[in-house]
Protein backbone atom coordinates (compact mmCIF):
# COMPACT_ATOMS: atom_id res chain seq x y z
CA UNK A 1 0.00 0.00 0.00
CA UNK A 2 1.91 3.23 -1.21
CA UNK A 3 1.16 6.11 0.86
CA UNK A 4 1.76 9.70 -0.40
CA UNK A 5 2.27 12.91 1.96
CA UNK A 6 2.71 16.10 0.10
CA UNK A 7 3.44 19.43 2.36
CA UNK A 8 4.77 22.83 1.76
CA UNK A 9 1.77 24.77 0.75
CA UNK A 10 0.57 28.16 1.66
CA UNK A 11 -0.66 31.79 0.63
CA UNK A 12 1.60 34.23 -1.28
CA UNK A 13 1.42 37.09 -3.36
CA UNK A 14 1.66 37.10 -6.86
CA UNK A 15 5.15 36.80 -8.38
CA UNK A 16 6.20 34.60 -4.91
CA UNK A 17 7.50 30.84 -4.48
CA UNK A 18 6.99 27.94 -2.68
CA UNK A 19 8.44 24.48 -2.48
CA UNK A 20 5.99 21.71 -1.89
CA UNK A 21 7.34 18.07 -1.06
CA UNK A 22 5.59 14.71 -1.41
CA UNK A 23 7.16 12.02 0.46
CA UNK A 24 6.16 8.46 -0.69
CA UNK A 25 6.53 5.06 2.11
CA UNK A 26 4.31 1.92 2.08
CA UNK A 27 3.64 -0.61 5.01
CA UNK A 28 4.80 -3.62 4.04
CA UNK A 29 7.25 -3.57 1.41
CA UNK A 30 10.26 -1.10 0.04
CA UNK A 31 8.79 1.63 -1.86
CA UNK A 32 11.11 0.80 -5.36
CA UNK A 33 11.28 3.83 -7.31
CA UNK A 34 11.39 2.36 -10.74
CA UNK A 35 8.08 0.50 -9.99
CA UNK A 36 5.95 3.88 -10.36
CA UNK A 37 5.43 6.93 -12.16
CA UNK A 38 5.34 9.85 -10.46
CA UNK A 39 3.86 13.11 -11.03
CA UNK A 40 2.18 16.56 -9.71
CA UNK A 41 -1.32 17.56 -10.66
CA UNK A 42 -3.32 20.24 -8.94
CA UNK A 43 -7.26 20.89 -9.30
CA UNK A 44 -9.02 24.18 -9.02
CA UNK A 45 -12.73 24.68 -7.69
CA UNK A 46 -15.19 23.75 -10.71
CA UNK A 47 -12.04 22.96 -12.94
CA UNK A 48 -10.91 19.25 -13.85
CA UNK A 49 -7.37 18.00 -12.44
CA UNK A 50 -4.55 18.81 -14.43
CA UNK A 51 -1.32 17.23 -14.51
CA UNK A 52 1.45 20.01 -13.80
CA UNK A 53 4.85 18.31 -14.24
CA UNK A 54 6.15 14.61 -14.01
CA UNK A 55 9.60 13.05 -13.77
CA UNK A 56 10.90 9.86 -14.43
CA UNK A 57 13.63 7.93 -13.06
CA UNK A 58 16.29 9.20 -14.99
CA UNK A 59 15.40 12.36 -14.73
CA UNK A 60 13.27 13.51 -18.02
CA UNK A 61 10.33 15.85 -17.44
CA UNK A 62 7.33 17.24 -18.50
CA UNK A 63 5.78 19.72 -18.09
CA UNK A 64 2.25 21.80 -18.27
CA UNK A 65 2.90 24.48 -21.02
CA UNK A 66 1.58 27.44 -18.56
CA UNK A 67 4.12 26.71 -15.93
CA UNK A 68 7.39 26.05 -18.41
CA UNK A 69 9.84 28.35 -17.12
CA UNK A 70 8.39 28.79 -13.34
CA UNK A 71 7.49 25.58 -11.43
CA UNK A 72 10.52 22.79 -11.73
CA UNK A 73 10.02 19.48 -10.86
CA UNK A 74 12.96 17.43 -8.87
CA UNK A 75 13.19 14.10 -6.80
CA UNK A 76 15.68 12.82 -4.06
CA UNK A 77 15.51 8.96 -4.25
CA UNK A 78 17.55 8.52 -1.42
CA UNK A 79 14.93 10.04 0.47
CA UNK A 80 11.94 8.83 -0.89
CA UNK A 81 10.67 12.46 -2.16
CA UNK A 82 9.73 14.48 -4.83
CA UNK A 83 9.53 18.30 -5.19
CA UNK A 84 7.98 20.95 -6.92
CA UNK A 85 9.20 24.13 -6.77
CA UNK A 86 7.00 27.11 -7.66
CA UNK A 87 8.31 29.98 -8.62
CA UNK A 88 6.60 33.16 -9.99
CA UNK A 89 3.57 32.12 -8.98
CA UNK A 90 0.23 34.09 -10.42
CA UNK A 91 -3.30 34.07 -9.45
CA UNK A 92 -4.15 31.39 -11.58
CA UNK A 93 -2.24 28.84 -9.95
CA UNK A 94 -4.27 28.55 -6.82
CA UNK A 95 -5.47 25.11 -6.64
CA UNK A 96 -5.25 22.02 -4.12
CA UNK A 97 -1.63 20.51 -5.32
CA UNK A 98 -1.54 16.81 -5.57
CA UNK A 99 1.50 13.99 -5.79
CA UNK A 100 0.33 11.23 -7.49
CA UNK A 101 2.06 7.88 -8.60
CA UNK A 102 1.34 4.93 -11.11
CA UNK A 103 2.15 1.48 -11.49
CA UNK A 104 4.89 1.84 -14.77
CA UNK A 105 4.21 0.11 -18.17
CA UNK A 106 5.66 2.49 -20.38
CA UNK A 107 8.26 5.63 -20.08
CA UNK A 108 5.92 7.47 -18.02
CA UNK A 109 5.89 10.97 -19.99
CA UNK A 110 4.57 9.47 -22.75
CA UNK A 111 1.56 8.13 -20.87
CA UNK A 112 -1.79 10.51 -19.98
CA UNK A 113 -2.71 11.40 -16.77
CA UNK A 114 -5.07 8.36 -16.47
CA UNK A 115 -1.94 6.04 -15.49
CA UNK A 116 -2.19 7.52 -12.31
CA UNK A 117 -4.06 5.92 -9.78
CA UNK A 118 -2.55 6.76 -6.18
CA UNK A 119 -2.87 10.21 -4.70
CA UNK A 120 -1.95 12.12 -1.21
CA UNK A 121 -4.52 14.20 0.52
CA UNK A 122 -3.00 16.89 -1.28
CA UNK A 123 -1.32 20.76 -0.44
CA UNK A 124 -3.18 23.89 -0.83
CA UNK A 125 -1.46 26.77 -2.65
CA UNK A 126 -3.56 30.21 -2.74
CA UNK A 127 -1.83 33.01 -4.74
CA UNK A 128 -2.97 36.91 -4.45
CA UNK A 129 -3.33 39.39 -6.56
Known amino acids: QLQLVESGGGSVESGGSLRLSCQAS????????????MAWFRQAPGKERDRVAG???????IYKDSVKGRFTISQDNVKNTLYLQLNSLKPDDTATYYCAAGRRKHLCNEVGGDAYKIWGQGTQVNVSS
Open 26 to 37: REDARFVRSDWC
Open 55 to 61: IDLDGST
